[in-house]
T-cell receptor, first 112, second 115 residues
Framework: SQQGEEDPQALSIQEGENATMNCSYK?????LQWYRQNSGRGLVHLIL?????REKHSGRLRVTLDTSKKSSSLLITASRAADTASYFC????????????FGKGTMLLVSP | ETGVTQSPTHLIKTRGQQVTLRCSSQ?????VSWYQQALGQGPQFIFQ???????GRGNFPPRFSGLQFPNYSSELNVNALELDDSALYLC??????????????FGSGTQLSVL
């Protein structure tokens, strides 16, 4: 079953604009991760934020986490055409043995 | 490039047939997870292997089985293929066993079509 749900399902912007994607999840988590997937290929890890962190940056990426609302957001600043991909949030539940559970993803299209 | 390789990249099978997909883990990784990704969906966890033993399983029937070898490479076997098994199958390796902090390193996947 899907733990996370991304919003919006699809996002279309122009190069140079910022892109914001949101993720909601259901259970208490250990950490939340964001992955990127180009054209149905393998996923690439972007960033991990732990449950005791509120914000994290990596290059043009900014991730926030609100555990009280069970939500996270991924902001890509100054987007480029090469950022066109699907973005997934994934969580490890905070109870016993856990595996990484993915949401359905947001498809981002960045036009030149 | 993650160092995780999968073969074959594409495969076409007929309903009822059996298929074996292969994965070579990134060097130093002892855990491998398999995911199924249907078109337009997120990856769904099939199972995980740690040091040659199944270490967790998602909501998939027993006709989905796997192996992990001493060199940590892995196979996913699917028997009695059904049309709904058509999907991208992703292998991911990681360094540790389900402690909740791992980043997964994915291969490029095997696209399976069942006709």
């Amino acid at each position: 079953s899907q733990q996370g749900e991304e919003d919006p399902q699809a996002l279309s912007i122009q190069e140079g604009e910022n892109a914001t994607m949101n993720c909601s999840y259901k259970t208490s988590i250990n950490n939340l991760q964001w992955y990127r997937q180009n054209s149905g290929r393998g996923l690439v890890h972007l960033i991990l934020i732990r449950s005791n962190e509120r914000e994290k940056h990596s290059g043009r990426l900014r991730v926030t986490l609100d555990t009280s609302k069970k939500s996270s957001s991924l902001l890509i600043t100054a987007s480029r055409a090469a950022d066109t991909a699907s973005y997934f949030c994934a969580t490890y539940a905070n109870s016993g043995y856990s595996t990484l559970t993915f949401g359905k993803g947001t498809m981002l299209l960045v036009s030149p | 490039e993650t160092g995780v390789t999968q073969s074959p990249t594409h495969l076409i099978k007929t309903r009822g047939q059996q298929v074996t997909l292969r994965c070579s883990s990134q060097s130093g990784h002892n855990t491998v997870s398999w995911y199924q990704q249907a078109l337009g969906q997120g990856p769904q966890f099939i199972f995980q292997y740690y040091r040659e033993e199944e270490n967790g399983r998602g909501n998939f029937p027993p006709r989905f089985s796997g192996l992990q070898f001493p060199n940590y490479s892995s196979e996913l076997n699917v028997n009695a293929l059904e049309l709904d098994d058509s999907a991208l199958y992703l292998c991911a390796s990681s360094e540790a066993q389900g402690i909740g902090n791992e980043k997964l390193f994915f291969g490029s996947g095997t696209q399976l079509s069942v006709l």
